[in-house]
């Protein structure tokens, strides 16, 4: 669970986590309130990992995964501090990695009945467009590209080079150019869109640039590593 900045929703998102989840690790990305004092004192028990300064929610997920990696985690899922994901739908999100189907298993906000009533319409939109060129630039077949909500199994948790990914917003595009380099299985369930009276930190130049950006990073990535097969197999 990533969180900066959280202190008065997180022990909330702590105590609604069902009881099938084993272990939970919160990493306080450098927050400069009592994010980490109210996680330690939730009436849920968690690890609390703290960055001493804030390196953006890519990272501090990357933190998280990284520790679940060294506890020897068969599965491991990321929800956020705001207590914008429902835990109902993970299961839902749990299903698909413990049948053996996929690697990775990523929400879908915008399969979910309503959800174009439920989200802000900036948001809906949004999602659309930038999940359309993710699709074209990454390769992958996903409809809600920006859905921060998912689940991996041990072989993604191995698989992914951690200190290589995007650390900030737009950090789900990056990892899923990375399911695409590294063969791994990508998978989409729909989830509930929740949005509450959380604050976004994600900004319009966020979505105008930085996470163009990161796609358009992401396919010179996949053009570099296409061309050089290329050439061998003439």
């Known amino acids: 669970m990533p969180a900066y900045n959280e202190a008065r929703l997180i022990a909330t998102a702590l105590e609604s986590i069902p009881a099938l989840v084993d272990h939970v690790v919160v990493v306080d990305d450098g927050s400069v309130d009592a994010t980490a004092a109210m996680a330690r004192a939730a009436e849920r028990t968690v690890e609390v990992v703290e960055h001493a300064t804030n390196q953006g929610v890519g990272a501090a997920i990357a933190t998280g995964c990284i520790r679940a990696r060294a506890l020897g985690a ?5 929800m956020a501090a705001d207590a914008q994901m429902d835990p109902a739908d993970l299961p839902r999100l749990l299903a698909p990695l413990i049948a053996g189907e996929a690697d990775y298993v990523k929400g879908n906000r915008l ?43 041990r072989s993604t948790l191995g698989a ?46 966020d979505a105008v640039w930085t996470i163009p950006l990161v796609i358009a990073r992401a396919w010179l990535r996949r053009i570099a590593v296409r061309r050089p097969h290329q050439a061998r197999s003439r």
């Open 74 to 78: 068969d599965l491991v899922a990321v």
């Open 160 to 205: 992914l080079p951690w200190n290589r990914l995007w650390t900030g917003y737009g950090y789900p595009n990056d990892w899923l150019s990375w399911m695409v380099e590294c063969q791994l299985r990508v998978a989409e369930v729909p989830v509930r869109p929740i949005y509450g009276d959380e604050r976004s930190g994600i900004t319009l130049r």
């Open 111 to 153: 399969a979910w009945p309503g959800a174009s009533g439920a989200m802000p319409w900036h948001r809906w939109f949004g999602n659309h467009a930038l999940s359309l060129f993710t699709r074209l630039a990454i390769g992958v077949e996903v409809r809600d590209s920006q859905c921060g909500y998912v689940a991996m199994n």
